[in-house]
């Protein structure tokens, strides 16, 4: 179980870019969320990915030598939802039904988690060196916390600008 959750049910044998993969599909279902339940949906299930990914992961690598493991991708589903919980927050904060979820705020928390994921700014890339399961997890969801912010500020300059 640890490993079909770690693997997020087989989209981290997917080649080439599993990690790619993996945020494309947490962005389709991130807006399934989102329609189903608007962001507290979404929010709760970052939270069980989170958790259940810090589970999954440190049950299965355990004694491996490597942690990080191309084929583990629960930490790109929970960083991508998390990215996608900026925009879903704002559209229900301003009262926007369930059913819209505008095109632009996922593709940009999409395009903005997979460049902060694979750059590793910062904070990212310092969680990234970490040998162990909770360092898998971790720079996943800076990435995430990083493409919500960007994606929120990239929303401002747009509406600013042109709105």
């Not at 996943?140 to 493409?147: I, K, R, T």
Request: aromatic letters at 12%.
């Amino acid at each position: 179980m640890q490993a079909c959750l770690a693997t997020w049910f087989g989209v981290g044998h997917l080649r080439p870019a599993p990690g790619t993969w993996a945020s494309a599909l947490a962005v389709l279902l991130g807006v399934i969320l989102h329609r189903l339940g608007h962001f507290p949906a979404l929010a709760l299930a970052t939270g069980a990915a989170v958790a259940l990914g810090l589970w999954a992961i440190s049950g299965w690598t355990a004694g491996m030598a490597d942690k990080d493991r191309s084929e583990i991708v629960i930490d790109e589903i929970a960083g991508q939802w998390l990215a996608l919980c900026f925009p879903s927050a704002g559209f229900w904060l301003m009262g926007l039904p369930a059913d819209r979820f505008p095109y632009p705020g996922w593709v940009a928390a999409f395009v903005f988690f997979r460049l902060f994921d694979i750059w590793k700014p910062w904070l990212v890339g310092r969680a990234d060196r970490r040998t162990d399961a909770a360092g898998v997890m971790l720079d996943d969801l800076w990435a995430g916390l990083f493409a919500g912010v960007a994606t929120m500020i990239a929303a401002g300059i747009s509406h600013g600008v042109m709105g």
